[in-house]
């Protein structure tokens, strides 16, 4: 019965954040709704038992990745969204079309093959026994997936990279250069 | 008992709604946050199946959509900063051509 509560709780607060974020014409305020959002999640992960995955999702997206949306939002200074209504195209459009007939089919799927209720070896006591849920994801991370562990490392550091020199000041010509010296 | 299905739906909702956000805002910054919000949507199934199937690599996916998802944000961020820099405008009506 909790379970449900909570489930509910957390849904419902998911569904109206994800509405907002998208609807709210001003961008602070959007992530905002985003952080609400994350949070809200992280709790979902909580109650299913994933608590590091809950830790993570707080400290990594609520706190590190929405805080960069925030500063490049504030760097920006931009005003309101001005538009008064939505403009539309066709592609726009195939494209929404695309994804909804695509979650129709993937949901046909769902429906048509049974739910088998398989549980695997890592049921809820199994990994309470072995030691808790952070040891045991860190154990399947650092064993079964620590090449692409490795790789996500090098990911991140070519992200690095990348957004150093995209961001960086555009290098000034000479001929501009003078013509910036002349007033 | 919250089922499978609860939350499959959710994240359906919740990647529908990143979905319009993409599609339909015009504001870069806009655009990336519904990006989020469909890796968030994609992690929610993820972690939801790994407790259905007693099965921990759902679970190690997350913190690779993470991953991804970090790098995603950085490097996206320093592209809108970059346009604005030398376009001043985020708008995606602007910036509808790609040129060097």
Not at chain 1, 37 to 65: K, P, R, W
Not at chain 1, 144 to 155: G, I, N, R, T
Request: net charge neutral; glycine share 10%; with cysteine.
């Amino acid at each position: 019965m909790t379970q449900e509560l909570v489930f509910l709780a957390f849904a419902s607060l998911i569904a109206i954040c994800s509405m907002m974020v998208i609807l709210s014409r001003n961008a602070v305020v959007s992530a905002i709704f985003l952080v609400g959002d994350l949070f809200c999640l992280a709790g979902l992960y909580a109650s299913m038992e994933a608590h590091f995955v809950a830790a993570i999702q707080v400290l990594v997206y609520a706190g590190a990745i929405v805080v960069l949306f925030m500063f490049v939002i504030m760097l920006l200074n931009l005003g309101p969204d001005q538009r008064k209504h939505l403009e539309v195209s066709a592609p726009e459009i195939g494209v929404l079309g695309l994804t909804i007939v695509g979650f129709l089919v993937i949901g046909g799927l769902l429906l048509l093959g049974q739910p088998t209720g398989v549980t695997g070896p890592l049921t809820a006591e199994a990994i309470d026994n072995a030691g808790g849920n952070t040891y045991t994801v860190g154990m399947v991370l650092f064993t079964k997936y620590l090449w692409p562990f490795e790789l996500a490392s090098m990911l991140i550091l070519l992200a690095i990279i990348a957004a150093i020199v995209i961001a960086k000041k555009e290098h000034i010509k000479d001929g501009d250069k003078r013509r910036l010296a002349h007033g | 008992m919250v089922s499978i299905d609860h939350y499959l739906v959710l994240a359906t909702f919740m990647f529908l709604c990143g979905t319009l956000g993409v599609l339909f805002r015009r504001n870069l910054l806009m655009v990336l946050m519904s990006i989020e919000l469909m890796l968030n949507a994609v992690n929610l199934v993820f972690v939801s199946g790994s407790r259905l199937l007693g099965n921990l690599d759902g679970q190690v996916m997350v913190f690779f959509i993470i991953t991804v998802a970090a790098c995603e944000a950085g490097v996206g961020l320093a592209m809108v900063i970059a346009l604005f820099r030398r376009y001043g405008t985020v708008d995606t009506n602007f910036l509808r051509v790609l040129r060097g």
